[in-house]
């Protein structure tokens, strides 16, 4: 991986977070707005990412491969993690609920709206679907495992599958059976969607940018015990442990670069939202996916570095 490329492209984001910073300082989201950026980003931009990633790859055996190995790795990994948090919360004198509530911070990465757009900046379009199922693996682990956790009976309903059913996941099952059976859409249609995939990064980096004043004005009250630790162990521990794993086995380097980019992504943006629908701590939730959103811009390079000197 170019560390060169990389460095660029963070240094990019926190300029474009920046951005979006002063704009949310002058003129603060409201709820309906709020929910238009993310409609945007979450129906148009990401599926357009996936499927110009699609119609520019050949698919063949080799990536077929690819794909579903990433998909396994990316399910395992997020699962290892959520254990890694859990297991250090136990370490703080917590009620169990919370703990769950910190495994689940530790774990779970923002690898659509930063770690998609980001892979497609890296590695192309290759990457870019590489990244797409990853994050699918992702949203398999938080809408089953994480909901889990999150209730207080524990119990796994497939109501909640309902969720894994949206517009990127679609644009997943129908690029890929578009070229499984060999269908190309026309030049005009691709240029459409490479031209709507470039939204998709700067949006999700404004977004998150105009969030921050909005959050940081309800000065909330949260111990730095409880910030640090999902901090510490989503921005290290959990890169690192992966990057030590992947250097055990012999995989193929695009899943190795793509993995690692992923992991090294900060708290999920879903995670206040999930913590509200299921009455968990929700101001912990939004605090942490803030604070780990900009150390991310830190850490990501760091750990990056990090790991493709373990890896070699």
Not at 142 to 166: A, C, D, P, R
Request: hydrophobic share 55%.
């Amino acid at each position: 991986m170019e560390f060169q490329t990389l460095q660029q492209s963070v240094l990019i984001m926190a300029v474009i977070i920046g951005i979006g910073s002063l704009i949310g300082y002058r003129q603060p989201l409201t709820a309906d707005s709020r929910q238009l950026v993310i409609t945007i980003i979450i129906n148009v931009a990401m599926p357009c990412i996936i499927l110009d990633g699609i119609f520019q790859t050949q698919i063949d055996n080799q990536l077929l491969v690819q794909i579903f190995a990433i998909f396994v790795i990316s399910i395992v990994l997020n699962c290892l993690g959520i254990l890694l948090g859990w297991a250090g919360a136990r370490t703080l004198p917590l009620p169990a609920k919370k703990r769950r509530e910190i495994a689940i911070l530790s774990g779970l990465g923002n690898t659509g709206f930063i770690g998609l757009p980001l892979c497609a900046a890296l590695f192309g379009p290759k990457g870019a679907l590489l990244a797409a199922i990853f994050d699918a693996g992702v949203d398999v682990v938080l809408w089953t495992v994480g909901v889990m956790m999150l209730q207080e009976k524990g119990s796994f309903s497939l109501k909640g599958l309902k969720t894994l059913i949206n517009i990127p996941m679609i644009a997943i099952v129908f690029g890929l059976g578009s070229a499984l059976i060999g269908f190309a859409p026309p030049e005009p249609v691709k240029h459409l969607f490479g031209t709507l995939a470039k939204l998709a990064s700067p949006l999700a980096m404004m977004y998150i940018g105009m969030l921050l004043p909005l959050f940081l004005r309800s000065k909330p009250q949260v111990s730095l015990p409880l910030l640090g630790m999902p901090l510490a162990f989503k921005l290290f521990v959990f890169p690192l442990l992966t990057a030590l794993l992947l250097s055990v086995f012999s995989l193929d380097s695009d899943i190795v670069s793509v993995t690692l980019v992923q992991v090294a992504m900060p708290t999920l943006t879903l995670a206040s939202i999930l913590f509200g629908r299921y009455k968990a701590d929700e101001e912990m939730g939004a605090m942490t996916t803030v604070f780990s959103t900009l150390l991310a811009l830190l850490t990501i390079p760091a750990v990056v570095l990090m790991s493709n000197w373990l890896l070699h």
